[in-house]
């Protein structure tokens, strides 16, 4: 994978540049249909594959107090880019003067002057340039006249409804973990350091890693999620609370609790990624800490059998490895 700061010109010209154009927040499974369409075009024409990122997402320059919260960070964006074939990624700084630009002067300026591209692959809904004004049919005029070839892929459909990432926000603020994973293809994630937190858990007999999530991510419903974390290389079946912990008097701010099974050790400050297979329930208030230490442990032995249901998970794939 090539990463390109900016719309330098290609350093290795002589190969063709073949593009996508959108934000893929989540790299759902339209997003990828799109990306295959892509990277066989590329392929047969032995052109590099690559995805042009506005960053930041154009939406917090244009609209802030609208800007929607995000699926992924740009690691996990990068890496999923990858997963499906792309090459590179060109990284654009957006601003108020790129968001002006009219779309022939974006097709003009961007596309041909300065990336010369030859192929241009959007999906069915895509807009750019000035107040969104262009149309994947201008698109494909403009590209008949400049030379360049362009696909506008139809709309990969769930339950007869486009798959977008609005839609993913959608199922992940209702805690509806499954449908999430349907519009995905991949059971979402949850990605963050882990901080120090009041210690409570630990006498409770379930420690928990307390995780900081980027004020920018979209976290899911308040609930208790069974899912596996990754740390460190290695995953671990776990159990997650998102909430206010009502027990123990209301936190201000909602927390993120991880209990990981057969894990001991010090991971205060490492990364953790937490794939969620399902929400199990909503998070109650207990008349006592024991009837929470109740409840939590038939959390787990849901979770358990939740994890066993998953014919391939990372635990089981670990031990075959
Ligand atoms: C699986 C799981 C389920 C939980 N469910 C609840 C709940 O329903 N109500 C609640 O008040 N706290 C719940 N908690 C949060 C615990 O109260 C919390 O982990 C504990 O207060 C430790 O906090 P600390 O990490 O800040 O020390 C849950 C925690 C876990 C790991
Ligand atoms: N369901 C889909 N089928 C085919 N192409 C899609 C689908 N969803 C998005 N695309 C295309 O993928 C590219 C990137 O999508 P983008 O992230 O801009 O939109 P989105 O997923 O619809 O997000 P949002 O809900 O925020 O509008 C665009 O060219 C877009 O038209």
Same mark, same amino acid.
């Not at 590329?42 to 107090?65: C, G, T």
């Not at 108020?96 to 968001?99: E, Q, R």
């Not at 002067?105 to 750019?128: A, C, M, P, S």
């Given at each position: 994978m090539v990463i390109f700061g900016g719309m330098e010109k290609m350093p290795v010209q002589e190969r063709?540049?073949?593009?996508? !154009?959108? +934000?893929?927040?989540?790299?759902h499974r339209g997003h990828q249909q799109l990306l295959r369409q892509m990277t066989a075009y590329?392929?047969? +024409?032995?052109?590099? *594959? *690559?995805?042009?990122?506005?960053? #930041?997402?154009?939406?917090?320059?244009? +609209?802030?107090?609208k800007c929607p919260k995000l699926l992924l960070d740009t690691d996990k964006k990068i890496e999923l880019l990858e997963k499906q074939g792309v090459q590179g990624i060109f990284i654009v700084p957006f601003d108020?003067?790129?968001?002006s630009l009219?779309? %022939? =002067?974006?097709?003009?300026?961007?596309?041909?002057?300065?990336?010369?591209?030859?192929?241009?692959?959007?999906?069915?809904?895509?807009?750019?340039?000035?107040?969104? %004004?262009?149309?994947?049919?201008?698109?494909?005029e403009l590209g008949k006249q400049k030379g360049f070839y362009v696909e506008v892929v139809p709309p990969v459909l769930s339950m007869e409804t486009p798959i977008s990432s609005t839609l993913v926000?959608?199922?992940?603020?209702?805690?509806?973990?499954?449908? *999430?994973?349907?519009?995905?293809?991949?059971? #979402?994630? @949850? $990605?963050?350091?882990?901080?120090t937190g009041d210690q409570r858990g630990r006498k409770l007999g379930f420690p928990t890693a307390n995780i900081h999530v980027s004020d920018e991510l979209l976290v899911p419903q308040n609930g208790v999620y069974a899912g596996e974390a990754l740390i460190q290389g290695k995953h671990y !079946?776990?159990?997650?609370?998102?909430?206010?912990?009502?027990?123990?008097?209301?936190? $201000?701010? =909602?927390?993120?609790?991880?209990? !990981? @099974?057969?894990?001991q050790g010090d991971i205060y400050h490492e990364d953790i990624e937490i794939s969620l297979f399902e929400r199990m329930r909503d998070e109650r208030k207990f008349e006592s800490p024991d009837l929470?230490?109740?409840?939590?442990?038939k959390d787990i032995e849901i979770a358990i059998k939740i994890y066993d249901d998953h014919e391939n998970n990372s635990i089981k794939r670990d031990v075959q490895a």
């Open positions: 063709q540049l073949v593009v996508a !154009l959108g +934000n893929f927040d989540g790299v590329a392929q047969k +024409n032995n052109a590099l *594959a *690559a995805v042009i990122l506005f960053q #930041p997402h154009p939406q917090q320059v244009l +609209n802030p107090s108020i003067d790129f968001a009219a779309p %022939e =002067e974006f097709i003009d300026k961007i596309l041909v002057g300065k990336l010369q591209v030859t192929g241009v692959f959007v999906g069915y809904d895509y807009r750019f340039g000035r107040t969104a %004004e262009g149309t994947p049919e201008l698109l494909r926000r959608k199922a992940l603020s209702t805690g509806d973990i499954r449908w *999430a994973k349907e519009l995905l293809g991949y059971w #979402p994630v @949850l $990605r963050g350091k882990i901080m !079946l776990t159990v997650t609370n998102i909430g206010v912990h009502p027990t123990f008097g209301s936190s $201000r701010q =909602e927390l993120i609790e991880a209990h !990981l @099974l057969d894990f929470l230490i109740k409840q939590i442990r």
